[in-house]
């Protein structure tokens, strides 16, 4: 149940880095150096998430 959960918690991460990345580099009120420093800071974001589930919830073998 545990692993469900930390997988499911992974793919919504996941996919909200991805799309709040989209929709920064779509987004036509931004100028290309926003767009640069807002996307990288979500991509960011993410692995730091990543980073905190992994280290929580460690896969146990």
Do not use: D, H
Not at 33 to 44: H, N
Not at 49 to 61: A, G, T
């Amino acid at each position: 149940m545990k692993m469900k959960f930390r997988a499911t918690l992974l793919g919504l991460n996941y996919i909200a880095t991805v799309v709040a990345s989209l929709t920064i580099l779509f987004s036509g009120q931004f100028s290309f150096g926003e767009k640069a420093v807002y996307g990288t800071s979500a991509i960011l974001i993410g692995m730091a998430i990543r980073n905190f589930v992994q280290i929580r919830m460690p896969i146990q073998e």
